[in-house]
């Protein structure tokens, strides 16, 4: 490990036979101090996405977190350890409550439970620097990220914060996604550098070793794990950073971004385990670095303890532990039979999987507040939903065309009055179940105050534009839903084949106009920059406007039609990353 402070037990080795080569004259004391074991625990969460508050089924929320924290706090510090609390960022963005307040709940509740340090995550600059500059000064925690620059070569954010364990330091490095550069608002990020965590991270290492070294280097980051380092069309995740360095340079890396539990199949670092609530959670280990992450939402909280003894430290237990999440179960009567109802269909419930969490009383009744205060006026009916929910998961719209994705389209198409849609599926945020559609569905599909934008090519611009945009890998948020092009996508060649646009036979000589959210007209997510007119309609009004326009909405009319074909792809839905 780079700059373990070993020279004592290397002496003390050396005075007892099993090696040699030590001056056993040297009068310093430090050379043959023998360090003690010191235990500490590593408590963390991440892509929080302003969920400080529990669902209506009771699971998560920032009072149960606390009191899970607390209560495991003061175990460890019982013992004589020490626990730090890292996120691994994306506090900003998906629920209206916490929205509309800019993450203020959020970032009170971290303060509450008393956080350590954070990640910057690509969602912190959805809003204009100045809300960002906001949280900061109300976070009692450092926002950490060493690859983001401001124009003159400074550092926007902390690179690294050093903690003393008990007389063991720990020098904490922060990594923000390189992608969000293209993940967010153009008109937001202003001068702002983001450069490649791969280069910058021995940097850093090297900056640290003159600051006095560190016995522990760990990273905080927020930029994806992706098993074995396929990142597709993401930029190189957590695996690729690990990878880059020379073993034994970076002890962990707590992260987040890609939302997943990284808990890998036994002996295998290649591939996930099937993890359910409760399961055992083997992290990922690569080239000698711990790689952890906590699914997304506060839904778990990790746990890793560990032991540094001897200049080594060790991985003692892992876990994610459950925050009040809850499963389904069938009812049974007095004889142990599943209860019926009308219908002969087995009636269930839902139970917490384990031991329920009491929510903190103090922070509960703080963020009551905030709630009750984000909750006015988000719940008048806009429209009906009928014929199923509306299909805006994170992994369905990321793979494949859905009826959420299209009708997303086809909401900021009409509102421009284009011959055609196309919707980045980064932008949708989540599924509208069947029933009232109200303007809080609205925000929490769409949060992130887009405008709907028109852009106008020949028939030849917007075949080498679908180009690019079309063969976006799956799994990526620049994966596009598109609507009223008819085309075969050729992922091999990076090429579209188009048959018609609405329902007129496409020509390379004709004059097309497509929406296309602010966002990706700017470049983001990747798309080629284009010139626009921008109809000043934010991303979520323009759906709001659809959703009252139409008034009844059935699900299974914008359920994909067959229109668009990948080619020479292992998926029928999209172009697989390699």
Not at 381 to 389: F, H, I, N, R
Not at 398 to 420: C, H, P, W, Y
Not at 482 to 507: H, Q, R, Y
Not at 560 to 566: E, K, L, Q, V
């Amino acid at each position: 490990m780079l700059n373990k402070k070993v020279n004592g037990i290397t002496c003390a080795l050396l005075a007892a036979g099993i090696l040699s080569g030590c001056n056993s004259d040297s009068t310093d004391s430090t050379d043959i101090e023998v360090q003690e074991k010191v235990t500490f625990t590593i408590l963390h969460t991440n892509d929080n996405h302003g969920r400080f508050w529990q669902n209506d089924d009771g699971e998560y929320g920032m009072a149960a977190r606390k009191t899970l924290i607390d209560t495991i706090r003061a175990e460890v510090e019982a013992e004589g350890g020490v626990a730090l609390v890292l996120s691994g960022g994306d506090v900003n963005t998906g629920v209206p409550e916490s929205d509309l307040q800019d993450a203020v709940p959020d970032f009170i509740g971290m303060n509450r439970i008393a956080y350590d340090a954070m990640a910057v995550g690509n969602h912190e600059f959805d809003n204009p620097l100045q809300t960002l500059e906001m949280q900061r000064d109300l976070a009692n925690f450092p926002m950490l990220s060493a690859n983001i620059y401001n124009a003159d070569n400074s550092r926007y954010f902390d690179a690294y914060k050093t903690f003393d364990i008990n007389g063991v330091s720990l020098a904490l490095i922060g990594f923000t996604t390189d992608d969000t550069a293209k993940l967010s608002n153009p008109e937001f990020i202003g001068d702002l550098v983001f450069t490649d965590p791969q280069i910058e991270a021995p940097t850093v290492i090297s900056e640290i070793e003159a600051d006095g070294g560190a016995d522990i280097i760990m990273a905080v980051t927020h930029m994806g794990h992706y098993a074995n380092a396929a990142n597709g069309s993401n930029a190189p995740g957590d695996v690729a950073l690990a990878r880059s360095l020379e073993e034994g340079q970076l002890d962990a890396i707590i992260g987040g971004h890609s939302q997943n539990p990284v808990c890998m199949e036994p002996g295998d670092n290649t591939a996930y385990a099937d993890f359910t609530p409760g399961d055992d959670c083997v992290p990922d280990q690569q080239n000698g670095t711990y790689i952890m992450q906590a699914h997304e939402w506060g839904k778990y909280v990790g746990r890793a303890d560990f032991t540094f003894e001897n200049g080594e430290l060790t991985l003692d237990s892992y876990a994610l532990i459950p925050v009040n999440l809850k499963e389904e179960v069938i009812v049974l009567d007095e004889n142990g039979e599943p209860e019926l109802d009308d219908d002969g269909e087995a009636i269930t419930e839902l139970v917490f999987i384990q031991d329920e969490i009491t929510k903190d009383p103090e922070l509960l009744a703080t963020l009551q507040f905030y709630q009750d205060q984000g909750s006015a006026s988000l719940d008048e009916t806009l429209a009906t939903l009928t014929g199923g929910p509306l299909n805006g998961e994170r992994a369905d719209v990321r793979s494949k065309q859905t009826n959420m994705g299209r009708l997303i389209a086809i909401a900021q198409s009409e509102n421009v009055n284009a011959d055609f849609g196309v919707m980045n599926s980064g932008g949708v945020r989540a599924s509208i179940a069947e029933g009232d559609i109200t303007y809080r569905d609205v925000l929490t599909v769409q949060p992130f105050g887009n405008t709907v934008t028109l852009a106008t090519m020949t028939g030849t611009e917007v075949k080498e534009y679908l180009s690019t945009v079309a063969t976006f890998t799956q799994g990526a948020g620049a994966y596009a839903q598109i609507t009223d092009v008819n085309m075969t996508v050729d992922c091999t060649a990076g090429s579209v084949d188009i048959i018609s646009i609405g329902n007129k036979d496409f020509s390379e000589t004709d004059e097309y106009t497509f929406s296309i959210p602010s966002f990706n007209a700017a470049g983001g997510d990747g798309y080629p920059e284009l010139e626009v007119i921008d109809g000043g309609t934010v991303d979520a009004d323009a759906l709001q406007a659809f959703f009252v326009e139409q008034g009844s909405i059935v699900a299974t009319d914008y359920d994909p039609i067959g229109d668009i074909i990948y080619a020479n792809s292992t998926s029928s839905e999209g172009c697989v990353a390699e």
